[in-house]
Structure formats: C-alpha cells, structure tokens
C-alpha cells in the first residue's frame, strides 16, 4: 500500500489556530448567548484603504475588456508592482535591492514554509523559542528533526526568547546553517537593533549560513533607529533572505499578496562544494509551482505605494498601534510585565502561569479569545499574546472584561 510521510506524525495533531478556532466554536456552541471578542489569531478588521479599493475596480474593469484583459502574469509579479517595492520599501532605506531580485507570492507564511525546500535535509536550523509555527513544522515536514521530546525537536538549535534577555536571543555559540529571525516579532512583539542584527550578519557570514528575515510586522515600526530590513545591515545582501507581506500592512489577510527577497548575491554550497546561487533555485521552484498572483490583487498593492497609499496605510497601523497602547496599559494597570506594542501589533504577557489555563480563563470569565504562549514554544509557556486587531469598541469592552474577570 501506498505510504504517508512519516514526518507528519512528528507533528501536533493540529495547527496553533486551528486548534484555538475549535476551543472558540465549541465554547460558543456550549454559550451561545455569550459574545466573544477575538484578540487570538492576527487577523486584521479594518476594510482595505480606499486607494486600493479604487485600484481594485479599476483593473477589475480592465479585465471585461478585451483590449486590456490579462491572462497568466509573470510568475514573479508584474514589474509595476516589483519596482514600486524596490524604491519604496528598500532604495528609500538606502538598501540595495533591485526589483527583479524581488518575487511577489499570494503570502509570507507560504514563502516561509516553502523557502526551506531548495536547502538540503541535514542543514544544521537554529529556530526561535517562542517562534510562528511555521518555521517548525515545515522543517519537521520535510524530515530535518527527530521527533518531539517534551516540546522540543532534536535537530534545532532552539534561540530561546526569555525575559532574561529581553526576548531577543543572541546568537548561539554553536555553528548553524539556516537561521529564522523575525522582527517585529511574532508572538513576542520584540524589535531588535541595529547592533542585535549586525551580530546576526556577522555569525552567518562566519558560519557560512544564511538568515531568513521575517519583517511582515515592519509597517508597525515607529522607533527611528530601528532597522526594517536586514538588508540595512551592511554585509546582510550576502547572506540573508526576506520575506514581507501586504497583510498586516495594508489589510490584505483575505486578499493575499506579499513577497520575498532574494538577492542575486546569496549563495549555498552544492555536493561539491560549489558555491551556487540560492536565487536560480528560488526562481525555478517559484515558476514550477506557481502562477502569479492576481492582476487586480497586485494592482491594489502596488496603490498603497502612491502618496496617499502611504498615508491610508499609516493611518492604518496607528490605528492598530492605537489599540496596542490601550491593551498594554490597561493589562500593566493589572499588575502583569508585558513588552510588544509599541513598534508591533502583539502584546506579550508574562503571566507567571500555565498559557492554556490562563486561555481557558480569559474565554470561560471574560469572552475574550487570545493565544496561550505554549502554543508557540516551550518558551512561550507562562505567557499569552494578545493581539492588537480589531475594532476599538472591542478592545476597549475585551479590556474591560479582562479586567472585572482577573479581578
Ligand atoms: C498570527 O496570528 O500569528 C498570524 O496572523 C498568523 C499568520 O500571519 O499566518
């Protein structure tokens, strides 16, 4: 008979939200007269900026046009779209990126689980604890771990995030190949400075390994000195990736389009030793297995990039970073650390005990949905996130809940 991948079996039963969406519904089902408010899974509630609504229409009419229809685009992404990211989101930094080293995706999280399939199965990873699932069990589906041992997979060296080290972990004393970082992070909401990155540039130009950068939060970013982009370290276009989003940026969860970089200079060794271009690789996996993102779709992207695109889009985030302020004062006022909020839309809280408890707590006493920390890592547990999206009316009464049912 035909066989499974094993490695699935390594794996929780199910996905971190999936799991939090099941506890929600059987929660409602069993409360039905009980309105739950989501501050759980980073999902944004506010409707599109109007510049890309109007951008939405109007390729939307030029596709009942003859004359102007399209069929597939490049696989790539349509060059007013790669251009208008290279100028604003990495010349304007002084980064040197060109836009065909740029490859627009329908989403950060697909390029994040795929990016590790052009890489060779006994690369040595050093993944963050607390971290985004997804780093994780990508790897563990493609057979690079052990099976999991009290919460932990032999095969990583784990880059534990604690409040001794003000959740940003420093570079391992051991010798690595494939690293994930993600600033702003998620779950914990921790920046890093220009100095914290630069060590990271050094140790994989030193090792020879290349970094994964995930900067999908980096539209929250309002301290000036801190970097976003990698690629705002000297030395990074050698040795690292990036992968950005539209989602939490623009609003684009239930639209889909982001994009990854990959600078032409980034190599990896073949068998022989040879260093190759990790580029050519992307390339040919991106246009086997994909097929562009939609025209009417990169066409609202590339509108955010106008001038009053930039300034929906700011309008946007402050209103998101508005909600953060609020949850991180109003959960401080109850006596909890926390960090995040404040160049990111995740609050981290340190509650000194169990993470699903505390969940089970804050569903069962105030209706209000967040993400237990264990959820994302061993280092996650005595923690819960809260996330900054949704309306104010609903952070404001989730708030007040949380505060009359930890009373
Ligand atoms: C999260 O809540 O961590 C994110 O929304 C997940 C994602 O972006 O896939």
């Excluded at 627009?104 to 990016?115: E, M, Q």
């Excluded at 699932?133 to 563990?140: G, I, K, M, Q, S």
């Excluded at 920046?191 to 990271?200: C, E, I, S």
């Excluded at 809260?386 to 404001?396: H, Q």
């Amino acid at each position: 008979m035909i066989r499974i991948n094993e490695n699935y079996t390594k794996l929780k039963a199910s996905y971190l939200f999936s799991d939090i969406a099941k506890r929600v519904t059987a929660f409602q089902q069993a409360n039905p007269s009980k309105p739950v408010i989501r501050l759980g899974i980073g999902d944004v509630t506010e409707p599109l900026p109007p510049v890309c609504i109007e951008a939405l229409h109007a390729a939307t009419d030029e596709m009942a046009n003859r004359a102007t229809f399209k069929g597939y685009g490049p696989e790539q992404g349509y060059a007013f779209l790669r251009e208008a990211i290279a100028q604003h989101d990495y010349a304007a930094r002084g980064c040197a990126i060109e836009a065909d080293e740029i490859f627009v995706s329908d989403g950060a999280k697909c390029d994040c689980g795929n990016i590790q399939e052009i890489f060779a199965t006994d690369i040595r990873l050093a993944i963050p604890d607390p971290v985004y699932p997804v780093y994780v069990d990508t790897n563990v589906m493609a057979g690079r771990t052990s099976a999991n041992v009290n919460g932990r997979y032999e095969g990583i060296t784990y880059l534990e995030s604690t409040p001794a080290n003000g959740y940003v972990p420093a570079v391992p004393s051991v010798a690595t190949d494939l690293i994930y970082l993600c600033f702003p992070n998620n779950p914990t909401g921790a920046v890093a400075t220009k100095a914290q990155l630069t060590a990271w540039v050094e140790y994989a130009k030193k090792n020879k390994a290349i970094i994964l950068f995930d900067s999908a939060y980096e539209a929250y970013i309002r301290d000036p000195a801190i970097p976003h982009s990698i690629y705002e370290i000297p030395g990074a276009r050698d040795v690292a990736i990036e992968f950005r989003s539209f989602s939490k940026t623009a609003g684009f969860t239930g639209t889909r389009c982001a994009y990854t970089v990959v600078p032409k200079t980034l190599m990896a060794a073949d068998a022989a030793g040879n260093p190759t271009p990790v580029y050519a690789l992307w390339n040919r996996r991106h246009t086997t297995k994909f097929n562009g993102v939609a025209y009417p779709i990169q066409k609202a992207a590339a509108a955010i990039f106008t001038a009053a695109g930039q300034k929906q889009v700011k309008d946007m985030t402050d209103f998101y970073l508005g909600n953060a302020a609020l949850i991180r004062a109003a959960i401080t006022k109850l006596g909890f650390s926390c960090i995040g909020g404040d160049n990111a839309p995740y609050i981290w809280i340190n509650t000194g005990r169990d993470s699903w408890e505390f969940f089970d707590l804050l569903l069962s006493k105030a209706n209000v949905v967040c993400t237990p920390g264990a959820g994302f890592g061993k280092c996650g547990e005595g923690h819960v996130r809260i996330s900054a999206f949704n309306s104010r009316e609903n952070v404001v009464t989730a708030l007040d809940r949380i505060a009359a049912a930890l009373k």
